[in-house]
């Protein structure tokens, strides 16, 4: 039983993109540093890395030490979390355990993928590595090549017509272009995308978000820990819950259907003590279009094999009955791997400050997170609150 | 800075005594590398075809068509030159020079300095720059600057559809013989990983969208605006523009970055239907701009080499250029001479079939 609010207290980030000039170590300092002066100067006694495939694109592991040290926090506690494409969303919930349990005060969270020091095969044979190893990469399965099975289902289960994903990502770039952080900031419009280059079928370029670099960090402590003089509005971690699924996707009876995904949204709005329908914004996984329909049906906002149609009739607008993906989300933002879940929760802090710019949701009390880590093999859920 | 610090300008006036191209007759159009290898997809091609050399063909043998031409329209003793440099990242011999072949077969041997030159796609232009030092000092009365490349692509890679081959030579020499004056030059070089081959591998590897912000874009816009800065100049003080062509966008890009129009770099605008010819790419513009250019003319020219560096030369036209021209094939004449290969003959030309 947690007895006392757990609070955002500091929010740092880098701009998301192709950033060849910064690496891995010097993207995550850049963010520590804005998180620790965003949260008024609050020390950090421990650090939860979110990192994806460091090992393999930066050759480097051992980031708790390495970003420890070079954030100027030597001699704290400090680890790697790694949970594939949820790894920031897993690196929050370790922070929020620690702080919550009483045994840390104030934990620095940060997550943190360089992608471009490698291109080409070796970086789709690094992403592979996220998949089944020896029941589906083996067999040359990708990220991508298995979110176009599951699209490629779900349309024909569903009777969805072929540009009927195509609401998910018009939604992401109009955000987008309000985001200064954002690698898109431009608006497309429908027949950009139907007449967009496919990248593997059904799926076309804006059915898939960019891989690119950026760090993002959060400071987290106890409200009675803040200082005096804190100038933000507070925002509480609300719920944090996570849950598994099979990692290969054959081994589920039913695919199109985000198991963990329903669960750990379920036991997060259970834990918050709220309805979904309070819930005034979500920042959901559209790593790939597909993802961002199934995660809205296992969310419960929409019936099985209709998620497509909050995307197509308006409901996740800005304007719209629950906003997603407000600023971007990973298909404008860009989808920097491990880091992900913490831009996520930044996002969801900006908008419950009220410092979201043009993107600001009126009056947003209660955003939902959820980050996942391949096909919803792990799913990651945070509500965060803004207190009065 | 100051022009003393920036542009290299040598103490004697120098300039281009004469010039030549050559483009090698076959062309592969894009759409058969499309065809081969992404299922004939026809949108967004680079370019429209490229230049493939024959079987017999390299470096040597169009260093010496491209240098004979620069002769023909020198008229100058051969004798007299005093340096053969060669640009090129395709020379035959890993070592042994392509620039000895070249002098003693025009009959600049033996007392001539000779070097190859690498430096990615704007070697040609370095061994101008150190012609301009070699004349301009009083040294030597005449240099040999060429570049040319048979470019290689690893079947299909992005690079495939535009890695051409051709090329131009320069005689370069006192300001007062040339057919164009070089005012000035000045480079800008860092160090940018954005294309490369290391020993023993056939093909280069670049870095996809790195090649073109903060490599080719960064340079050449740079280059630019420097020279143009310290000469005081501006876009429109220019007839023509030349900018390293690795496809058809690039170069339109950085004219425009650097608010040249269309109609400016229009004549030098090769590589829609050569290709990118590298070592040879941004100086076989400049030979049909001056296959062009009237006296009084003022031309810009600038190189971008991976790796990354440009060279950007200020470079006037003289009275002698138009009874100069003709003395020679012009580029276009190679340019039409034209024969279309499909890509099994491509093949089979550059050596691409295993036979043992």
């Given at each position: 039983m947690i007895m006392t609010d757990i609070i955002v207290a500091g929010i740092g980030q880098t701009s998301v993109g192709?950033?060849?000039?910064?690496?891995l170590r010097s993207l995550a300092v850049q963010a520590i540093q804005a998180a620790i002066k965003n949260s008024g100067g609050l020390q950090p006694q421990a650090l939860y890395v979110g990192n994806m495939l460091g090992a393999i694109?930066?050759?480097?592991?051992?980031?708790g030490a390495l970003l420890a040290d070079y954030g100027g926090l030597t001699g704290i506690e400090a680890e790697t979390v790694e949970a594939g494409g949820a790894s920031g969303g897993a690196a929050l919930r370790q922070g929020y355990l620690a702080v919550a349990s009483g045994l840390v005060d104030v934990a620095l969270v940060v997550g943190v993928e360089k992608f471009t020091d490698v291109i080409g095969p070796d970086l789709e044979a690094a992403l592979a590595t996220?998949?089944?190893?020896?029941?589906?990469s083996v067999h040359g399965l990708t990220l991508t090549a298995q979110a176009a099975l599951l699209a490629g289902r779900y349309l024909h289960e569903n009777h969805?017509?072929?540009?009927?994903?195509?609401g998910f990502a018009l939604t992401a770039h109009s955000n987008g272009a309000?985001?200064?952080?954002?690698?898109f900031r431009k608006a497309i419009a429908l027949d950009l995308y139907q007449k967009a280059e496919p990248i593997c079928d059904p799926l076309n370029i804006f059915d898939v978000a960019p891989n690119a670099d950026g760090a993002a960090a959060l400071v987290l402590t106890r409200r009675?820990?803040?200082?005096?003089?804190?100038?933000h509005p507070v925002v509480r971690l609300a719920a944090s819950s996570i849950a598994s699924d099979t990692l290969?996707?054959?081994?589920?009876?039913?695919?199109?259907?985000?198991t963990a995904a329903q669960a750990s949204v379920e036991h997060a709005i259970q834990k918050a003590g709220?309805?979904?329908?309070?819930?005034?914004?979500f920042e959901y996984y559209d790593a790939f279009s597909i993802f961002a329909a199934l995660t809205l049906e296992a969310a419960g906002y929409a019936k099985r094999g209709e998620g497509w149609k909050l995307a197509r009739d308006g409901?996740?607008?800005?304007?719209?009955?629950l906003p997603c993906?407000?600023?971007?989300g990973l298909k404008a933002r860009g989808n920097p791997g491990g880091a992900t879940g913490v831009y996520q929760a930044i996002d969801a802090v900006a908008q419950l400050r009220g410092?979201?710019?043009?993107n600001q949701i009126t009056g947003a009390r209660y955003a939902l997170i959820q980050c996942l880590g391949g096909p919803a093999s792990i799913a990651v859920t945070h509500i965060l609150e803004r207190l009065t | 800075m100051t022009e003393n610090n920036t542009l290299l300008k040598p103490s004697r006036p120098v300039g281009i005594v004469g010039y030549g191209a050559y483009v090698p007759r076959y062309r592969l159009p894009a759409k058969e590398v499309a065809r081969v290898w992404?299922?004939?997809?026809?949108?967004?091609?680079?370019?429209?075809e490229k230049a493939v050399p024959g079987q017999d063909e390299d470096v040597v043998t169009m260093s010496l068509e491209a240098v004979r031409n620069a002769l023909k329209r020198a008229g100058?003793?051969?004798?007299?030159?005093?340096a053969v440099w060669i640009g090129s990242?395709?020379?035959?011999?890993?070592?042994?020079?392509t620039s000895t072949i070249v002098a003693e077969a025009i009959g600049a041997a033996p007392h001539v300095q000779a070097a190859d030159m690498e430096f990615a796609c704007k070697a040609g232009t370095e061994a101008m720059v150190m012609a301009m030092g070699l004349v301009g000092s009083g040294m030597a009365r005449y240099a040999v600057a060429a570049g040319l490349d048979t470019a290689q692509g690893k079947?299909?890679?992005?690079?495939e559809y535009t890695a051409a081959a051709g090329g131009a030579a320069f005689v370069i020499g006192p300001a007062e013989e040339?057919?164009?004056?070089?005012n000035a030059s000045f480079s800008y070089v860092t160090d940018t990983p954005d294309f490369w081959r290391r020993e023993y591998q056939h093909y280069p590897e670049h870095g996809n969208r790195f090649?073109?912000?903060?490599?080719y874009f960064k340079h050449s816009t740079a280059a630019g605006k420097i020279i143009m800065e310290a000469l005081g100049?501006?876009?429109?003080?220019?007839t023509w523009a030349i900018f390293h062509q690795p496809n058809a966008k690039f170069p339109q890009r950085a004219a425009s970055l650097l608010g040249f129009t269309p109609e400016q770099i229009r004549p030098g605008l090769l590589s829609p239907v050569i290709g990118n010819t590298y070592a040879g790419a941004a100086i076989i513009g400049l030979t049909a701009t001056l296959d062009v250019a009237q006296p009084g003319d003022r031309i810009l020219l600038v190189s971008f080499g991976s790796g990354a560096g440009s060279d950007a030369l200020d470079i006037t036209v003289t009275d002698k250029l138009p009874e100069r021209r003709n003395k020679a094939l012009k580029t276009h004449d190679y340019i039409a001479r034209r024969t279309e290969i499909d890509y099994a003959i491509y093949a089979r030309l550059r050596g691409k079939i295993a036979m043992k």
């Open positions: 192709e950033h060849w000039d910064e690496s694109l930066s050759r480097q592991t051992h980031l996220l998949t089944d190893a020896d029941f589906e969805v017509p072929t540009d009927g994903l195509a309000g985001n200064k952080n954002a690698m009675e820990l803040l200082p005096k003089d804190f100038p290969a996707l054959a081994e589920r009876s039913d695919p199109v259907w985000f709220i309805h979904r329908e309070q819930v005034d914004l409901f996740i607008a800005l304007t719209g009955q993906a407000t600023l971007g410092q979201a710019g043009v | 992404v299922g004939g997809r026809a949108t967004g091609l680079p370019i429209k100058i003793d051969p004798a007299e030159i005093r990242e395709s020379h035959p011999y890993a070592v042994k020079p079947p299909g890679d992005a690079l040339s057919l164009a004056t070089i090649t073109g912000e903060p490599a100049t501006k876009s429109s003080d220019y």
